[in-house]
């Protein structure tokens, strides 16, 4: 069983920047890819990055590329979302999700990730 906290959002004005985390309570950590995806209201939930389990290999929405920078630190069992150049069109709940069946491939359907957390929201002012 894996837990997932995620923390760091918040309200920032368009072209700020966010730091998201989400910390795993789940054991060997690094054998397992991490993502994150956001659902705005009314939207369907989507894929924003993801990360392999020795965090070699990452993946990122093309909305989000260049912006956004997904990292981990496996020593504290954290996957983090760096935000920057932030738009209003970035606001939703962000939430993060681990992948146990995929080890260094990092994906990008939601339906491959065994494990969600509660989700933080983030919202971009104009």
């Known amino acids: 069983q894996v837990q997932l906290v995620e923390s760091g959002g918040g309200l920032v004005q368009a072209g700020g920047s966010l730091r998201l985390s989400c910390a795993s309570s789940?054991?060997?950590?690094?054998?397992?890819?991490m993502g994150w995806f956001r659902q705005a209201p009314g939207k369907e939930r989507e894929f924003v990055a993801a990360?392999?389990?020795?965090?070699?290999?990452?993946l990122y929405a093309a909305s989000v590329k260049g912006r956004f920078a997904i990292s981990r630190d496996n020593a504290k069992n954290t996957v983090f979302l760096q935000m920057n150049s932030l738009r209003p069109e970035d606001t939703a709940v962000y939430y993060c999700?681990?992948?146990?069946?995929?080890?260094?491939?990092?994906?990008?359907?939601?339906?491959?990730?065994?494990?969600w957390g509660q989700g933080t929201q983030v919202t971009v002012s104009s």
């Open positions: 789940g054991r060997d950590f690094s054998s397992y890819a």
């Open positions: 999700a681990a992948d146990r069946r995929s080890a260094q491939t990092p994906r990008t359907e939601p339906e491959e990730y065994e494990y």
């Open positions: 990360v392999g389990g020795r965090g070699m290999h990452t």
